[in-house]
């Protein structure tokens, strides 16, 4: 019996593992194979379905990566592009393609993907400043004071938060508390 159950577990799962296994070598194209058979596959968990989810966003976004890196653009885009059908709450991928889109000089595309990315993840200080930068080239310097006023206001807030909770901590005679803040 125990010989069996060790059987399953190897065999088990096997599209997710080898997608993995490729994956962790940095091998975008099995890695996309076999996540997607997982992703496809009816025997698989919920749980299996999530990291091949998640597994092969990661892929797509590093294959986008390598294609930037080589200067080959439009396939970066499809990349991003796949990844974004797989996740389109992934803040982080919209910033991205919002790059790509300001480099081919595509600035209303840029702008909605910034705008989506800081809609998704209203505390993404980056994608708030490339978003403000990008509205005052396009001639909407409301718009633009207006973002620069958030990305402002985000920074400041990620420097007073924890100053007051350290500060707290030592009126409290909490110096270990204090430090971690």
């Known amino acids: 019996m125990r010989l069996l159950k060790s059987i399953r577990n190897l065999l088990g799962n ?6 993995l296994y490729h994956y962790d070598r940095g091998e975008s194209k099995q890695a996309i194979e076999f996540l997607t058979r997982a992703l496809q596959s009816s025997d698989s968990s919920e749980n299996d379905r999530r990291l091949a989810t998640y597994y092969l966003t990661q892929t797509h976004i590093g294959a986008a990566e390598r ?13 991003y592009g796949a990844a974004l059908t797989l996740t389109p709450d992934y803040p982080d991928i919209h910033f991205r393609i919002g790059d790509l889109y300001e480099r081919f000089g595509l600035t209303l595309e840029a702008i909605g993907a910034y705008r989506r990315a800081v809609a998704l993840h209203p505390d993404y200080l980056l ?46 005679g909490e110096p270990g508390e204090a430090e971690e803040w």
């Open 14 to 19: 096997y599209q997710l593992k080898s997608g």
């Open 67 to 79: 294609f930037e890196e080589a200067g080959e653009m439009t396939k970066a885009a499809e990349a």
């Open 127 to 172: 994608a708030r400043v490339q978003l403000a930068f990008l509205l005052l080239s396009s001639g909407q310097p409301e718009e633009a004071r207006n973002e620069f006023a958030s990305a402002r206001n985000l920074a400041v807030r990620c420097i007073d938060d924890p100053y007051r909770k350290a500060m707290s901590a030592l009126d409290r």
